[in-house]
């Protein structure tokens, strides 16, 4: 940056110090083509002064005939500090340089520009940006896409240079790229590429375990009966529904990380998912955990929801904190359980005990959650299951008279009756006698 920039910038920061920043919208009243003149905005610049070499105001060009930078193009822009920003929904805006240090909301017209540097981006609706530069045009930036509308325009990268260069630059529909599935890229006919999203809507498939391939890699397609999106399985992007309910998937080695995306989930009804002895970090990250049966062996489970019933088993190694980032489960039924390795009975109370619910109520530990001490380090989290008291037929917590006089009033035949003990279609003296032997208070 040179001396003039520096003053420039340091006599804006100056007078805009506990400021906020001006809204300026694009009119044209002036020469109609250049965006440094204060005259074809409406409203006045902070500082008084309009330098694009030292921006710290809010631009929106809302404006169909717009044409700005025409035919010369706009020469660089550049924020101060990252303030400010610039919006466009209509219009155009000619490119001969670059824009930096800024926020962008592009949801309409045609942006043309060699490059942005650390800029952050949003395109969206029919907006179409068009990058020219070439070696690097995205430095230090990121785009979000959204919508199937929208469309960058890379003018002198190929789709491989796209791939290879830019694509953890970008996200799809806040959804990161996944090639055929939150996104495409295209040719332009010439050496450039054309990148849209895929709008979002992903829709897992169904895949069901059969360890037909090498019997224990969860990313070898031929274990699973079903077709994953985009035709492979990455464990860094996993938006399907995958079904355990047999064998041990990850073998020896175990599995490591696994990312979920969207609505990604992992179901499991019986089997194992391993953990190895390794190193290497083998959590599972977003989506949602399901599980009826099986045993589920993680270091943790992060940002997801997760739902144990039946026979299901979970065990986590991880120490500090093995549900971390919002995580939830819910606990149903009396045979399932969560084992923590590495965290104490009381390490349990303090830590996770609020994102743990029973049956969708908060998880009392004595009442309805039973954590016993597993070892010297760890712990076991089961179910507390309540028996039922079917003879308090007046729900009043107790087996009395007031009992025996509802019985009275339902005896006969009575199919689908509360005082219908046994369920044979009859209040009679069998349930009579269920009723007199359940006497007292309700356990």
Not at 15 to 42: H, K, P, R
Not at 83 to 88: A, E
Not at 167 to 175: E, M, Q, R, V, W
Not at 185 to 194: A, K, N
Request: hydrophobic share 40%; glycine share 18%.
């Amino acid at each position: 940056m040179n001396a003039r920039i520096l003053l420039s910038a340091s006599l804006v920061a100056a007078t805009t110090v506990g400021a906020t920043a001006e809204t300026l919208i694009w009119t044209g009243a002036g020469d109609a083509t250049s965006f440094g003149q204060a005259a074809n905005w409406d409203g006045t610049p902070t500082g008084g002064v309009l330098d694009i070499n030292a921006l710290v105001d809010d631009f929106v060009i809302d404006d169909p005939a717009a044409c700005i930078g025409c035919p010369g193009g706009v020469a660089q822009l550049s924020w101060v500090s990252g303030s400010g920003s610039l919006t466009m929904t209509a219009g155009e805006f000619s490119g001969a340089s670059g824009l930096r240090y800024t926020t962008l909301n592009l949801s309409g017209g045609v942006m043309t520009r060699q490059f942005f540097l650390e800029v952050t981006a949003t395109i969206s609706g029919d907006a179409e940006l068009r990058l020219n530069g070439g070696a690097n045009p995205l430095n230090l930036s990121t785009l979000d896409v959204q919508g199937t509308d929208a469309a960058v325009y890379f003018l002198n990268e190929t789709p491989a240079d796209f791939l290879a260069e830019h694509l953890s630059k970008f996200t799809f529909d806040g959804l990161p790229p996944i090639e055929g599935v939150t996104f495409t890229v295209e040719s332009d006919g010439g050496p450039g590429c054309i990148v849209r999203s895929l709008g979002g809507a992903v829709t897992p498939q169904d895949l069901t375990w059969t360890g037909a391939g090498d019997g224990e890699s969860f990313a070898d397609a031929a274990n699973w009966d079903g077709t994953p999106t985009g035709g492979t399985i990455n464990l860094n992007t996993l938006v399907d529904r995958y079904t355990i309910g047999e064998g041990t998937v990850g073998g020896e080695f175990g599995v490591l990380q696994m990312y979920f995306l969207a609505d990604g989930e992992l179901v499991m009804t019986g089997g194992e998912l391993s953990q190895g002895a390794g190193a290497g970090t083998q959590g599972i990250t977003g989506g949602a955990v399901t599980m009826t049966g099986g045993t589920l062996n993680r270091q943790f489970l992060s940002g997801l929801g997760a739902s144990i019933s039946g026979t299901a088993s979970v065990i986590l190694a991880g120490g500090a904190d093995p549900l971390p980032f919002g995580t939830t489960v819910d606990l149903s039924g009396g045979d399932c359980s969560m084992t923590f390795l590495n965290e104490t009975s009381a390490d349990f109370e303090a830590e996770h005990l609020a994102k743990i619910t029973i049956d969708g109520e908060p998880a009392v530990i004595g009442e309805n959650l039973q954590v016993d001490a597993s070892g010297k380090t760890g712990c076991v989290v089961s179910v507390i299951v309540v028996a039922g008291c079917p003879a308090d037929l007046n729900g009043d917590g107790a087996v009395n008279g007031a009992d025996v006089g509802l019985m009275i009033g339902q005896w006969g035949a009575c199919a689908g009756c509360d005082a219908d003990l046994n369920g044979d279609g009859l209040v009679d003296g069998a349930d009579f006698g269920l009723l007199i032997g359940a006497w007292g208070l309700c356990p």
